[in-house]
């Protein structure tokens, strides 16, 4: 088996007697690069249709929820927050549990064992988001000190997260501080790292190139925001939020290979975006300027180094799995 698969060969073992033999499974992995590339592609065309469709049955209950709970506490202002979050989160959950009933129906396995198999943070978790968050407060505290000593355009300021937690009338952005803080964070970390990770990891036997493939494909989507260029972001911070994108997604979902639970990558997940609250959206991203430059070249070094420290972690985990057979 590949490097840094052994732990994740649960996903293709037969779960029942009824179930094809494990040597019939183990010869399916021997099938040709091209032939097993070929099928991931179907394999993840199917399960981006499946959350397509999660998200349009999902939207329909959240705004009957909505609805239904305006009616039922007569709220009369429209942005009023409680409705909103309650049917987000329905939303959230529903989109959830069909993507765990997903891969219930893919992999064969009970829902479940999904559920007791990625839910689980030891120690060692909480150690790596304390060491995450450190790492985040030290380089907000360097940058804003960096920034006062200069005259340059502040890139992370606290004014940034003041504008990002307000609205234009000054009211707090709860709803929107709900859903970019926790449930975009689950439902991202359970499509990309819970299904597509797996499902690379099943059909390439290798969790180098599924967390690649699932990074690629994370960042991908973030070019959503262009359609905002000039409100909301500048193009040059859409540019950085993409290649950003990429290194978390890399990093989150060679975490999973490694530790394999989806409760740590969401925990990053969610201390990244709190920090990304006080990036500047709008002001054009200089890299000519030393205090731009330095911000940016760390931060992508800093996700290098702990990119190439996943990796060293899969080789050790899958030398000693293979020792132990």
Known sequence: MATGTVAWGWLSMPHNVD???HKETAAASELPVVIRSVLLAMELALASG??????LISAVIGTAVRSLLRALVAVEDEASALPVITSQTCETLMFCYGLVAFMSWFFQRPKREFVRRLTGCGWSGVKTCVVSLVLHSVAVIV???????????A??????VEAAVHRPDGSFATVEIVQSLLLVPMKEELYFRGVLVLV???RLQTAKWSAFISSVLFAATHLVNARHLGTRYSASYVGFQVLWALFVGLFLALKLAVSGSLVQCLML???????ALGVAKTIVLDI??????VSVVSAFAIYGLAITRQLELLRCKADQDRKSM
Not at 50 to 55: K, N, S
Not at 269 to 275: A, D, G, L, M, P
Not at 288 to 293: G, Q
């Open 269 to 275: 997940h969610i201390i990244n975006n709190i920090f």
């Open 155 to 160: 890139v992370v300021s606290w004014e940034n």
């Open 143 to 153: 940058l804003n000190w960096w920034q006062g000593q200069t005259e340059e355009q």
């Open 200 to 202: 690379g990891i099943n």
């Open 288 to 293: 000519t300027r030393p205090l731009t430059f």
């Open 50 to 55: 499946c959350a397509f469709l999660l998200v």
């Open 19 to 21: 179930a094809p033999g």
